[in-house]
């Protein structure tokens, strides 16, 4: 800040014209960020339960649309002994989120993650789940699970 009061007027001027388009840039970023970190809370969303469905190479497929704060379907039934493909498709531009989903006792991992800005929001995850049960899956980020961003893969 001494350096800038030395500076003659005209050379701030230049300074600040400069600069402007950054600072700019900088405030409508935030902004955008801000807003794109708004969403429904999951609490707020009932049960949107989906059932896999087996195409002709015997995979059970479901698409999940992962969006701030909660998933849709955020239930999703699969059949143990048969591999699932989940697609996942991430629908919030700005906030980061995951899938994730631990039981490797039961044959189920899932770890997917979009950060702030992605240029590819679709990301998959196969596996096989081996134990029938309710398996809870939630977004790992920040407080987006307290938020009420889980569901339940449930395996028959």
């Given at each position: ?7 003659k ?13 950054m600072?700019v ?9 801000s ?12 049960v ?49 989120h ?29 596996f096989?789940p081996a134990?029938p ?6 977004c ?17």
């Amino acid at each position: 800040m001494l350096a800038w009061s030395f500076m003659k007027r005209s050379d701030r001027r230049r300074s600040l014209a400069a600069s402007a388009p950054m600072i700019v840039a900088g405030a409508a970023l935030a902004l955008l960020a801000s807003a794109g970190c708004g969403g429904t809370p999951g609490s707020k969303v009932g049960v949107n339960e989906v059932t896999a469905r087996t195409g002709a190479d015997g995979v059970q497929a479901v698409t999940v649309e992962v969006h701030s704060f909660y998933f849709k379907p955020n239930r999703i039934v699969v059949e143990a002994g048969k591999p699932v493909e989940l697609t996942l498709k991430f629908k919030s531009l700005f906030a980061p989120h995951n899938m994730t989903c631990e039981h490797p006792d039961a044959g189920i991992s899932i770890d997917k993650s979009k950060g702030i800005i992605s240029f590819n929001p679709t990301k998959h995850v196969r596996f096989t789940p081996a134990k029938p049960g309710e398996y809870e899956f939630f977004c790992g980020v920040g407080s987006h699970m307290m938020k009420g961003m889980t569901g339940t893969l449930v395996v028959r």
